[in-house]
Each structure stands twice: as C-alpha cells, then as structure tokens.
DNA sequence: GTCGCGATTTGAACATCGTTCACTGATCCC
DNA sequence: GGGATCAGTGAACGATGTTCAAATCGCGAC
C-alpha cells in the first residue's frame, strides 16, 4: 500500500498543512483531529508523524504561512508618504486581516503550547519582522538620536492595535462591532501620534 | 460510600474551583483533568458532574473569580485626582494583576468555548464592568456633551493595555520584558492622553 | 526480465481523555 | 424501625494523540 512517495516528501507537507488550515478555519483547534486530518488528506494517521513531530507542529505551520500572508500584504501595499498614513493603513491591513481569517487569528494569539515548549525561533522571527514593519514607518517621525523612542512608539502601537483586533475578534469588547473596531483603530492611531507631536513643544511650567 | 452530603452543595462547589485554580495555575489548561481535579478534591469524577456541566464551566468559575479579584483590587485602589492618573493607576493594577496570575491570566483571554457554546452572559458581564470602571475616571476629561467620545477613548485604552499585557503575558513582543511593559502602559496612557488634549485647541488651516 | 533492498505508508494497539449512568449506602422522615 | 431519597461512586464508552512492527511497492542491480 506504500508507493516509494506518489508526490515529494515537501508535497506532502504541504497537503497537510493545506487540510489543516481548512479544517482549523472551520471547526476551530478543536475539530483538528489526527484522524480527521489524515482522512482529509487520504493517509493514515500514521503518516502524519512520518512529517510532523505532532499536531501541535502542524499547528505551527498553519500560523506561519498565516502570518507570511500578512507579511505579504503589507509589502504589497502602496507605500502612503506621511508616517500618520502609512501606520494607519498598516493597522487597518491588520484588522481586516484578522477579521478575514477569525478562526486562524484567534488560533495564532491563543495557540499556547504545552509547559515546558517555547516558541521556535523561526515564528518568533515573523512576528519582529511585522513589528519592524511598524518601526520603519515611524522612524521618519522622530529625530536622528531619538531611535529608541521610535522602537517605544511602534512596540506601543502594536500592541495596540493588536489589543483592538483581539479583543474585536474574541467579540469581548462591548458595543464593538467589527465594523466599529476600524473606528477604534483610527482614533488609537491618530490620538496617539497627536500625543507624540504635542510632546515636542517646551514643557510648560505647569506640568511636572 | 456516600453520605448525605457531607459539606453543603456550595462548599462542594467552591472545593472544586479553588482545586480546579491550583491545578490551572501551576499546570495550564492542558493539567486540568477531571481525574486529576476529581483527586485534589478527594472525590470521584463522576461527582463532578454532579455539581457543573463539564470542566468548560468549572474553568469559566475560575475565570469569573480572577474577575472578580480583579475588580476589588481596583475598587480597593486608592482613587487619584487627575483622571490621568486615574486611569494609570488601573492600567498598572491591570498589569501587575496579569503578571502575577500569568497562568491563569493566559487562560482567561485565551479560553475558547467550543464551537456553538457562547460565553455566558454573567462572564461578560464582569468584562464590561471593568470597561465602565475605564470609563467613570475618563469622563471628567471630556465635556458634558462629548460622552461617546469618552466611551471610544475608554475603549481604545482599555484594549490598548489589554494588548500590551498581553503580548508581554506571552512573551511575544520582541525585546520587552515584564519590567519594560510598565515602561510601555505608560507611555500609551501618557500619549493617547496627551493626543485627546491636544484634539481640543482650535484646527490649524494647515490640517485636512 | 527479475529480483531484492529499503524507503514509505499503514493501521492496530496503548494510554489517557471527557463524560455517562446504573448502582450504593448513608441519611431523613414518618 | 423502615422505606424513600439522593449525594456520591467508579466501571465503562467512545474518541483522543501517538507509536511501531509489519506490509507494501518503486527502483537500481544484474
């Protein structure tokens, strides 16, 4: 019953992380099953871990090429000249990104694996990649000797416009829409890069 | 080889979460087996059931109480003058809290109801009363006619510093550590203040 | 053309999971 | 004292992730 590999060892990989992405967009962590991936993809169980250390390494996969698409999207974008517009377009691409795949987003924020298993490397590399994206854009707002504020500044509003999306995704912000959500990300943006330009001006006496 | 109840139903009921905590803190979602949870309590699994659904409602229970703890430490905090203040004060109480139940923390945000099953009502509830208490130290800083402006900075924010706990919960932002993400609330409380007071003075022609 | 090596796939088997339910036996009411 | 009641039980069920000895066939050697 075993050809000597009917399509590549790497074709493979790819079939299951395909089934294991449809699979986990439609019925969540939960519906993915060893046996209901195999199925999917017409292999035994077996077969699975002749590829993957387990499913959680499958998992993995899904997110990465998950994020690879977010990364993809991002590059393709129209650069936009003014740091304001360029952040703001970077987090609407984020929201309407995490609000096309909902399943795969929550999945790849909640996805936490057991105990003592760190993150790899490689998908933690993705993640800075996207927060140097940010970075790059807000450079141009902040003086030569002012880098490290701009390393603040873009960790800032990241983790923002993640808190937005997550919370929106999650559906635990009350009376938010996903519609209203782009409103939140909006305001979070320009209220924010307002609060960095008005810090430039000489304090006045008043404040500490 | 049972009693009538040998501790009222209650009792029975809060042995449970407060084993159900124990096992959740020291060993994440994936510890909590109904035979291990069954043994801290010195009963058997089955009567478990006897007292909730499954174990999604015994991790809700859990989860419901850190609310809870969370909601007496803020009512507890000392309130500050300045709604600025205010409103770091919570922030920080927000972070020190997360940090200190990362564990269960993690699993609060993370916890996912499977499929159909929506969070119950009384879990949101708690959600939103946090938002309000956001809310209450915002509206001095706006004018009386401007409440939904305070409603959206109340929301930016809390999911803002929402966002920052959580990614520095999860060890997910690059080159933040538990320290630095004091470092971060600050700085998003401070700038998005700051950006909201800068909004008020008239517009400059130059500005769309 | 045939043969056999070895890479590849298989699926039965294992331990463990959440959950159920027929049963037990201590307790209360009369 | 003697049912009736019901909290508590734990064996049993189906499904889970994972393993591994065995089965299978592609392919190079002759």
Chains 1, 2 share one sequence.
């Not at 760190?118 to 998908?123: C, L, S």
């Not at 940010?134 to 500044?153: K, S």
């Not at 209220?191 to 006496?205: K, Q």
Request: proline fraction near 6%; aromatic fraction near 4%.
């Amino acid at each position: 019953m075993a050809r000597r590999s009917k399509h590549g060892p790497d074709a493979l990989k790819g079939m299951i992380v395909d089934a294991a992405e449809a699979i986990l967009a439609a019925d969540g962590l939960d519906g993915l099953t060893a046996r209901a991936l195999a199925e999917r993809v017409a292999c035994s169980p077996g077969t699975l871990y002749n590829v993957f250390a387990n499913l959680d390494e499958v998992v993995l996969n899904v997110e990465a090429r998950l994020l690879d698409r977010l990364s993809a999207r991002i590059a393709d974008a129209r650069p936009e000249a003014r740091p304001r517009d360029a952040v703001l377009q970077m987090a609407e691409i984020y929201l309407d990104f995490s609000h096309e795949f909902p399943r795969l987003w929550s999945i790849l924020l909640e996805h936490a694996l057991p105990a003592g298993q760190a993150t790899p490397d490689w998908h933690r590399a993705r993640l800075s990649e996207l927060l140097g994206a940010v970075e790059a854009r807000l450079v141009p707002m902040f003086a030569p000797g002012q880098q490290t504020e701009a390393a603040l500044a873009a960790r800032v509003l990241w983790a923002g416009v993640h808190g937005i999306c997550s919370l929106s995704v999650a559906d635990k912000l009350t009376n938010v829409t996903a519609q209203s959500a782009r409103v939140l990300i909006r305001d979070l943006v320009e209220t924010y890069l307002r609060g960095i330009e008005a810090r430039r001006p000489p304090l006045l006496p008043g404040s500490a």
